[in-house]
């Protein structure tokens, strides 16, 4: 077996190797490393899902719907919070780890020869798995933009774009019309394009360059199409859609946007996919996504890793749990706004505990006292406890509720030690 890898922990550190350096885009590795394996991308019909923000929740969305339909799905999303083998889920259950161990080991040397990337090789890996499982739809999320991830070798049923934030500057462009600009090089000729994209200028740009892609039809969710009279509580958000009530265990007003994405998705399957509107509804109402407001206890987890999720989050904080006394644990990745996400969370929060994730990429670290003299030149009450588990420790002897965010890795390393299942709701 290759490299004689016998453990699911070797598997993975060779994949882990593989994320040093900068990001590299473009399709000409992976598409060699597909071709290799027999195209297993093609196998299957898929529904892929782009955007800034949102894509987790469309794409979780959109399986629980297909699923209520009576389809096979498989899922394939990123980056994991506690096990690498949530990124690879079929009919609700990960993988199992000896297909990893197996995948790998067949395939270290070509990975190696090709100097395909981390994500390239578990892109690869996601199609092999899903061919071998004969499910009957895909549903894909993009790794990072769109004209050049990895992912962007399919050809979808349906193609989806959420929206446009500022994010990943250094790959995709540092203002919202450039990388709207990217993540609508999922949208492909002949293929129905939804953009979910609520600024009418944003929208419009994106709804331009799918028709010049040849995308048809392109549905464009605002303005006047989106949600209305939207009601958020702790046990999820319902909202008005063309005349019928929805309700989905998603927290907060940004979900019913989600959600309204994923229906004008499914809407646009062909008939032999089709989902009516009660398999949506059952489907909707058992949606799943770990680490976005994700409550156990009087813990709160989110992965609010750029400033429009930090926004999204404190407008949450205002709806779903408002009154409560809450303590932040943050640890944000130093080439983040962590400004931007600071300044969003700050009136809802009562105390920032400042820390380091321990799987945060050393590379990435943020450099601890320049966010909380940014705290204390602020007036927010803030305390650096660089040892993670003292800073988590320091928050559970507060009284409220407890938010862990920043990042995936802050999110799954918190997950990891206080036993939280990210794979079950």
Same mark, same amino acid.
């Given at each position: 077996m290759g490299l004689g890898l016998t453990s699911y922990r070797e598997a993975l550190d060779f994949l882990y190797a593989r994320t040093t350096g900068a990001w590299k885009l473009g399709l000409e590795r992976v598409e060699a490393f597909l071709a290799l394996l027999g195209n297993p991308h093609q196998a299957m019909p898929v529904l892929h899902v782009a955007g800034t923000n949102g894509k987790g929740s469309v794409c979780a969305s959109l399986e629980a719907m297909l699923r209520a339909r009576g389809l096979r799905v !498989? &899922?394939? #999303?990123?980056?994991?919070?506690? $096990?690498f083998r949530e990124r690879f889920i079929v009919d609700g259950r990960p993988v199992a780890p000896e297909r990893i161990v197996g995948f790998v080991g067949r395939w270290t040397s070509d990975v190696e020869r090709l100097g395909a990337t981390f994500f390239e090789a578990t892109t690869a890996m996601a199609f092999e798995f899903f061919r071998e499982d004969r499910v009957d739809v895909a549903v894909i999320e993009t790794g990072l933009g769109g004209r050049l991830d990895a992912t962007n070798v399919v050809s979808p049923l349906v193609a989806g774009v959420t929206n446009i934030g500022i994010d990943h500057v250094e790959y995709l462009g540092a203002t919202r019309e450039a990388i709207a600009a990217e &993540?609508?090089?999922?949208? &492909?000729?002949?293929?129905? +394009?939804?953009?979910?994209?609520? $600024?009418?200028?944003?929208?419009?740009?994106? +709804?331009?360059?799918?028709h010049a892609r040849g995308a048809t039809p392109v549905r464009i969710v605002y303005p006047g199409g989106g949600p209305v009279d939207v009601l958020v509580s702790a046990e999820g958000t319902e909202f008005t859609l063309q005349g019928r009530r929805w309700r989905t265990p998603l927290v907060g007003r940004h979900q019913a946007a989600n959600a309204t994405v994923a229906l004008a998705m499914a809407r646009e399957l062909p008939p032999e996919y089709a989902v009516d509107d009660d398999a949506a509804a059952r489907g909707l109402a058992r949606a799943f996504v770990p680490g976005r407001f994700q409550r156990v206890g009087r813990y709160i987890f989110d992965v609010a890793h750029n400033p429009a999720g930090a926004r999204v989050l !404190? $407008? #949450?904080l205002g709806q779903a749990a408002a009154g409560q006394a809450i303590t932040a644990v943050v640890s944000v990745l130093g080439d983040k706004d962590w400004r931007g996400i600071l300044a969003a969370l700050a009136p809802r929060v009562r105390r920032f505990i400042l820390t380091i994730a321990p799987t945060s990429p050393p590379s990435r670290t943020w450099s601890l006292p320049e966010p909380l003299a940014y705290a204390d030149g602020a007036g927010w009450d803030a305390i650096v406890v660089r040892d993670f $588990?003292?800073?988590? !420790?320091?928050?559970?002897? +507060?009284?409220? #509720?407890?938010l862990v965010t920043g990042s995936f890795h802050t999110v799954g390393d918190a997950m990891a030690r206080l036993e939280v299942s990210p794979t079950s709701g």
């Open positions: !498989a &899922k394939y #999303t990123s980056p994991h919070l506690v $096990d &993540k609508a090089g999922i949208f &492909k000729p002949g293929v129905p +394009a939804v953009i979910g994209e609520p $600024d009418e200028a944003i929208g419009g740009l994106l +709804a331009r360059a799918a !404190a $407008d #949450t $588990d003292r800073a988590l !420790a320091l928050a559970a002897q +507060a009284g409220g #509720t407890i």
